[in-house]
């Protein structure tokens, strides 16, 4: 912009001294005004140089007249050429703030340039992720073209066999289908009568365990009525092994799980270890710190009789591996009910005594060769004492014991032990199953049996 300025002075001051006539390059400094020369100054500004005439010539001169009228003018042109340099600067300043506002909108072009460039890779990459997750849907839909044809197959061979079936149907005849309908049900019948001779079997198998629910400490009991009638389902749960004497009660197996509690019970002792057992509407447990046998009936809410076991340790005297104040467990089967302790009379091995359910009095006793402090559980079925080699990890039915003909055999018979610790575990002839309190979860085990059926013959 200055350059141009300066052309533009130039060419005024020419201008103007044109108008003046004719002019001498070199004029004395006696006979007037005199402009040597124009230039410009570092800022682009026009500048003359004026020599003055002496101060005794006339002002009435004509020459000082026209240069007191070209001073004017030079004056006046001053005044224009700085107003046009204020212009000037003015459109420079605006030009400046234009280009830079047009370099931002360039760099604004760019960064949107590169925007969609981005935005189509992100669209792409989208598709593209999109197109990989339905690549695996093209086998499936050869699948489903597969099965479609299999499911047509099937239609058609389940038209054939109704047609089948229903020619079958109208050559028997209405009548022939109720007789075929009597068969069933007496063969049904036959079968129950069958089922009824079983007579009692030995143990075979233990399959599970079920975990029916997971609560309490790692020790204690919950337990069904063996002899309870079909539609009478309460089970009973007592926590921990000692210092305690609350038995809470639950109307159904599905409340027990729930957790619907029915009512509760204070007994008049606190128990000893876990080995409980409910068995016609009664309670039966070892008084703590003690030998003595309790019944405790729970529709009375009293206890109806209580007996010491002669000469069976008590107070982790004889317990099994695991403690607890497990000297004396009471158990039931198809038989009746039943204690499996230890004395010292038979040197701390398992004694097994028949118990009389009203009176408690030992009925008859039987002394194993099995000691109790190694034994992990035991249980009995129909007359047979089982017990476990461990109430840890690989446990198994490891001894069993017979009253019914006084011997012993070592068996081999697992069985899963999930939680890895055993602290009770009690068969229930109704359920045919194992009840067992496994490290605070209860438990169920299946028994698979051998059985004997009695015929006519049989006496």
Not at 69 to 98: A, C, G, H
Not at 194 to 211: A, S
Not at 414 to 426: A, E, G, T
Not at 433 to 446: D, E, M
Request: aromatic fraction near 12%; charge should be neutral; glycine fraction near 6%.
């Amino acid at each position: 912009m200055q350059p141009a300025t300066s052309r533009l002075l130039n060419l005024l001051l020419l201008s103007l001294l044109a108008g003046l006539g004719p002019s001498k390059t070199q004029v004395s400094p006696k006979e007037g005004w005199q402009v040597y020369s124009s230039a410009q100054d570092p800022d682009g500004r026009c500048i003359c140089t004026v020599v003055a005439p002496e101060q005794n010539l006339c002002s009435r001169d004509a020459k000082s007249r026209q240069l007191r009228q070209l001073l004017e003018k030079v004056q006046n042109m001053s005044q224009s050429i700085e107003v046009l340099n204020l212009r000037t600067q003015r459109d420079f300043q605006y030009v400046l703030k234009m280009e830079t506002q047009m370099k931002g909108l360039k760099a604004k072009f760019r960064q949107i340039e590169d925007d969609r460039k981005t935005l189509m890779t992100k669209h792409f990459q989208d598709l593209k992720e999109k197109m990989d997750e339905l690549l695996p849907l093209i086998p499936v839909l050869e699948q489903y073209k597969t099965d479609a044809r299999l499911i047509t197959q099937f239609k058609e061979e389940i038209r054939n066999l109704s047609a089948v079936l229903t020619g079958i149907q109208e050559e028997l005849g209405a009548y022939d289908y109720e007789e075929l309908h009597l068969r069933v049900l007496s063969l049904e019948t036959r079968l129950r009568d069958c089922m009824k001779k079983l007579t009692c079997g030995k143990l075979m198998k233990i399959t599970g365990p079920i975990t029916v629910k997971t609560s309490g400490t790692r020790f204690g009991a919950w337990m069904t009525d063996p002899l309870a009638s079909e539609r009478n389902n309460r089970v009973w749960y007592m926590d921990s092994y000692t210092n305690n004497k609350i038995v809470r009660e639950y109307k159904s197996m599905a409340d027990f799980v729930s957790g619907a509690e029915s009512r509760t019970y204070n007994l008049p002792f606190k128990w000893a270890g876990t080995n409980h057992v409910v068995y016609n509407g009664s309670l039966y447990f070892n008084k703590y710190q003690s030998n003595i046998v309790i019944k405790y009936s729970f529709d009375l809410g009293r206890v109806l009789a209580q007996r010491s076991l002669e000469y069976a340790g008590f107070q982790n005297v004889y317990p099994y591996t695991w403690g607890g104040f497990s000297d004396i467990d009471l158990m039931a089967d198809e038989i009746g009910l039943w204690a499996v302790y230890a004395t010292n009379q038979n040197a701390g091995n398992i004694v097994i005594s028949q118990l009389n359910p009203d009176t408690l009095e030992v009925v008859k006793s039987w002394n194993t060769g099995y000691p109790k402090r190694s034994a992990g559980e035991s249980f009995m079925i129909c007359g047979t004492l089982y017990v476990t080699n461990s109430h840890l990890t690989g446990a198994k039915v490891y001894y069993s014991y017979s009253t019914k003909t006084s011997s012993y055999e070592y068996t081999d018979i697992p069985f899963h032990n999930q939680y890895f610790h055993i602290s009770m575990l009690d068969y229930n002839a109704r359920d045919r199953a194992l009840y067992a309190w496994n490290n605070g979860h209860q438990v169920l085990f299946n028994v698979t049996l051998f059985h004997i059926i009695k015929t006519e013959d049989d006496t």
